[in-house]
């Protein structure tokens, strides 16, 4: 289902869009209205999840001691790791 609206634009808006649509950002004025709204809409409820944690994290704040354990385990799962992938041996000769 879907609902048809009706929105008044200001002329420069509309010269934006226009200047959009020839630049190929969208395919019409209404389908770069739709991605501005989704775009919009997305960022809308990674803020109102973003908020949700940040009071979850006020309200049950980690303790000293849980903070101190997470230290402990990232520096020993760090030691752990092969990071040999990701610096490759160092060249002795010029570059190929």
Known sequence: MSTQMAIRFADEDVRMLDDMVAAG????????????LARFVGDERRR?????????????????DELERS????????AAEDW???YPPERTGPAQ
């Open 25 to 36: 950002v969208g395919a019409s004025r209404t389908e770069i209205v739709r991605l501005a």
């Open 48 to 64: 109102q999840a973003a908020a949700a944690e940040a009071a979850m994290w006020a309200e049950f704040p980690e303790t000293l």
């Open 71 to 78: 230290r402990a385990n990232a520096i020993t799962y760090c």
């Open 84 to 86: 040999s992938s990701l």
